[in-house]
């Protein structure tokens, strides 16, 4: 651990020390320690989560609480589908009062390419459409965020704001056709009923869209149950949107209006580099124009190890379990592999099929350490079109978005 390179900047030979120093403090022997990428530091264990008691979520990781945000440590997320007690929570604005009757909800569908604007309530949307049960993978499009240096601004998430619960309501192809599209629509967007935490009722706290095509897909859904349950207030009852594999922000909670627009939507967090991405690579820490910046769309591959917890002990020469998830934006994961030597070598894990498109997929591996000490292991998911995770962080954005680098665990074996 003590070797450096020849003749190195102080700069680098400051970060380079930095990291040396962090894995000598773990006061264990690294077996693999001489395959540890420049720079890396060790993972840490999950810090200790706060209160959440009054929406039932005593055991997520407080972020914000202006507008509330918080994230599920990873261990949390073992379940095949995510209960609503452990979805992670994004907010831009203020929660709004619960409705007093939820069938009664109002949502005016409206639009400079809606052929027939009318108002419908949940209750209606119940009575006259299909109705469909689905899985769907909701993640933040800041999950990951923490891990960008220079830092980016916005809730420093690490892992935990992604979810995929069991959501069941009408598909918005469905309504759409009701009402109507001329042939101008370009794009379908919300609004919702939180409020700016300037507390002007002119603002909108955030109100975002996605292009017709995403919009007519038949995982799209205008949705009021979650996990057989009517949706929580916290996560938009009594209806809200659900796009899969698309950024979170996407799926507007607590919806109350719905656009049909001859134009890319231009409500708020929509422009600028709100959930965007630099059109072309930029350097760590550059000043980036808002004309070059690109909507996210589909997110990228990603996967996440939920047992064992991050710091558990092994026994040396025992063989234990590793298990997850895995999903791939509009996409689906076609392999999943393990490793514990920081990405020298790689063993295959076993991969499931989605419950639906636009699920997420779980994997298990068994592993066996038979020398003592400290060791990573890291999961990378690779998707049908070949494109995988990479192992350390990719490219720099301001925001920090769309982290998709292999996920990391720390296991003492003893």
């Known amino acids: 651990m003590s070797d450096r390179p020849k003749n190195p900047g102080r700069r680098s030979w400051l970060r380079a020390a930095g990291a040396a120093a962090a894995w000598r403090s773990l006061g264990l022997a690294v077996p693999h320690w001489r395959l540890i990428p420049a720079g890396l530091l060790p993972v840490v264990a999950q810090a200790g989560t706060d209160e959440l008691e009054r929406y039932g979520k005593s055991e997520l990781r407080l972020l914000n609480d202006r507008p509330l945000n918080a994230e599920t440590p990873a261990h ?103 009402v109507g599209m001329t042939d101008a629509a370009v794009y379908v967007a919300y609004r919702g009923a939180d409020r700016h935490l300037s507390g002007a009722s002119d603002k909108d706290p955030i109100s975002r869209g996605v292009p017709v095509a995403k919009a007519l897909e038949p995982e799209s859904l205008l949705a009021f149950e979650m996990n057989g349950a009517p949706i929580p207030l916290l996560h938009g009852a009594p209806a809200r949107l659900v796009f899969g594999g698309w950024p979170a922000s996407t799926s507007g909670k607590w919806v109350n209006e719905l656009l049909i627009r001859d134009r890319v939507h231009d409500g708020a967090k929509m422009g600028g580099k709100a959930y965007r991405m630099p059109c072309e690579p930029m350097a760590p820490g550059a000043k980036a124009k808002d004309d070059a910046m690109c909507i996210i769309e589909s997110m990228p591959v990603k996967s996440l190890i939920t047992f064992p917890e991050s710091g558990s002990t092994v026994q040396a020469g025992n063989r234990f379990e590793v298990r997850g998830h895995a999903w791939a934006g509009d996409d689906r994961v076609k392999k999943m592999h393990i490793s514990t030597d920081f990405g020298a070598t790689w063993q295959r894990a076993r991969l499931s099929r989605p419950a639906n498109r636009l699920a997420w997929q779980h994997f298990r591996a068994e592993l066996t350490l038979d020398t003592r000490g400290y060791y990573e292991v890291w999961a990378r998911a690779t998707d049908a079109q070949g494109v995988m995770q990479p192992m350390l962080v990719p490219g720099w954005n301001p925001k920090g978005y769309l982290n998709n680098a292999c996920h990391r665990i720390a296991v003492q074996v003893t």
């Open 76 to 178: 949390l997320l073992d379940d095949a589908v995510t209960p609503a007690a452990r979805h992670f929570v994004r907010n831009n604005g203020y929660v709004p009062a619960a409705a007093t009757d939820a069938n009664a909800w109002s949502i005016q569908v409206h639009g400079e390419a809606c052929a027939a604007p009318r108002s419908v309530t949940v209750g209606e949307l119940k009575r006259r459409f299909r109705q469909v049960t689905l899985q769907l993978q909701l993640e933040c499009g800041g999950n990951g965020r923490a891990e960008f240096r220079p830092r980016a601004s916005g809730n420093p998430w690490t892992t935990g704001a992604i979810g995929c619960a069991q959501w069941r309501g009408i598909r918005v192809a469905d309504l759409l056709d009701d």
